[in-house]
């Protein structure tokens, strides 16, 4: 670990730090991947395993893994979001396909880490939302759990733990019970990414790093002096996708922001508990996610916020108000800490698409497959969308390719497109207000019951205008 830490914890014990050759000149390839990140990487991986013939490269304008793929909070989900909406609409044979598919992840993602002898600290210990600050958060679980049910998720997949059984898993203040589900692992997200490079690379795949793409066409990716021709192009660019017309507004680029103690004694994890290092957040609005990373400390982040014209954002003021409001957060959920230090604050920027419902897209005719808008549960579904795109682009048969979750007849313009500015920035900010008013009447816990509710039904309608 370097003397100087990096604001970002997991890029602090595993530097991003180019491997690879920048492309210099002009090349041509079957199939070129712009973007060293999750979706990318697995893209590139699958293809060159299904296709060893096939000749893939990959660009990354920094480093493998520099993005949020190196940077996330490191739950690994077997499942997408917003996966209800697409399995309710299923019939009994395709909802089980699809469910298999999604519960699946974790699963097929840990038999390429024994395979491949990637090493980043993956714990299948699943995932407790807990009820936990207020008392609308046990009845927003509850709510949630029969949406659940709806979508044909049973027991095994999803269940109510009450008080005892939830405060057992985790130690944090005034914890109602919650929803678990085994269908999740932690990992190092930057160790994933690394390996991950590697991986491609041994199979055989062209890594390009510190090589920005600057202009993108179908069948052309342009760099700084040279240019990558191929057949099929696939731009896995996430938060950044917006700097390209061609992308303009699939993804609303989001920040998410994070904090790292420092390592805690064992006799404070005997309080805290995740003792199988279950992921954890609790039920409110503000995405909150946090893991027992392997040098036990607690890591704890929640959504933020959306700079006006979609502009990705990788760089943080330490100091600033957003970190002091995660810190406080962390603290109310774990009076425990007393005085631990916060040692780490970093933060990066995650994709949404329309809907809050992510997608992959292969148009054959423009040389175009992509994959992304994971909402910020994109460690998993970044394994299954490389799977489909890379089946899709090499015409395999299998089920991947007609999940509820592919745009279809594989066309770019069916890619649902936000609006233009300035009607996200609106939208998320009155978004936020709304969020941020139901947190202040309900974890007050001083405001009276009508105007609790009140709020829960003004964040829930804003969402809904979002989307
Ligand atoms: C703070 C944070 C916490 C999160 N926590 C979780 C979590 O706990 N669980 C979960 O499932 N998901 C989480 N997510 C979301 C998840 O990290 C992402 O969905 C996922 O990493 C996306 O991977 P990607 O490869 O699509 O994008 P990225 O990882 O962002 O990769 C895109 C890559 O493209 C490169 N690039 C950009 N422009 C160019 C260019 N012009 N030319 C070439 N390359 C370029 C970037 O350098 C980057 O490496 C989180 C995200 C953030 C930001």
Not at 432 to 451: H, K, V
């Amino acid at each position: 670990m370097s003397s100087q830490p990096q604001a970002c914890l997991w890029l602090d014990q595993s530097p991003a730090e180019p491997r690879w050759p920048p492309l210099a000149q002009s090349a041509r390839c079957d199939v070129a991947v712009i973007g060293g990140g999750y979706t990318g990487l697995w893209t590139a991986y699958y293809l060159k395993r299904m296709a060893p013939e096939l000749e893939v490269a990959l660009l990354e304008a920094e480093s493998c893994g520099w993005g949020a793929s190196g940077r996330n909070g490191g739950w690994l989900i077997g499942g997408l979001a917003g996966q209800e909406a697409h399995l309710r609409g299923l019939d009994g044979e395709r909802r089980e396909q699809a469910r298999r598919r999604l519960f699946g992840i974790v699963d097929e993602v840990a038999a390429v880490l024994a395979r491949e002898g990637i090493e980043c600290d993956f714990a299948h210990g699943g995932v407790l939302y807990a009820a936990a600050r207020y008392p609308e958060q046990e009845a927003a679980g509850r709510r949630w759990l029969r949406e659940l049910r709806r979508a044909g998720h049973g027991e095994a997949d999803f269940r109510w733990l009450e008080r005892e059984e939830a405060q057992s898993q985790l130690g944090a203040r005034d914890v109602r019970g919650g929803v678990f589900s085994p269908h999740c692992a932690v990992i190092q997200p930057a160790r994933l990414a690394q390996g991950l490079a590697r991986a491609a690379a041994r199979l055989g795949v062209r890594i390009h790093e510190r090589s920005p793409v600057r202009r993108l066409a179908p069948g052309v990716a342009g760099l700084d002096g040279c240019e990558l021709r191929a057949d099929v192009i696939v731009p896995a660019l996430e938060g950044a996708a917006n700097q390209f017309p061609l992308l303009g507004r699939c993804l609303l680029p989001v920040q998410s922001l994070l904090l790292a103690t420092e390592p805690l004694p064992a006799a404070l994890w005997e309080e805290i508990g995740l003792a199988r290092r279950q992921a954890f957040g609790d039920l409110s609005r503000m995405v909150t996610y946090g893991q027992r990373s392997a040098d036990g400390r607690l890591v704890f982040g929640a959504r933020g916020g959306y700079r006006l014209g979609g502009r990705a954002q990788w760089d943080f003021d330490p100091d600033g108000a957003e970190f002091a409001w995660r810190e406080r957060l962390l603290r109310q959920l774990f009076p425990a800490l007393g005085a631990a230090a916060v040692q780490y604050r970093w933060g990066g920027t995650l994709g949404v698409a329309r809907a809050f419902t992510p997608y992959a897209m292969y148009d054959r005719r423009a040389g175009i497959a992509m994959a992304g808008g994971y909402g910020g549960e994109g460690v998993g579904a970044a394994n299954l969308m490389g799977r489909t795109l890379a089946e899709w682009i090499l015409e395999r048969d299998g089920d991947l390719t007609s999940m509820p979750w592919v745009v279809p007849e594989g066309r770019l313009e069916r890619v649902r497109r936000w609006a233009p500015e300035p009607v996200p920035w609106l939208g998320y900010h009155l978004l936020r207000g709304g969020y941020a008013l139901e947190e202040r009447l309900c974890a007050g816990n001083a405001a009276p019951a009508w105007a609790r509710r009140g709020a829960g039904r003004l964040a829930a309608a804003l969402e809904s205008l979002l989307a």
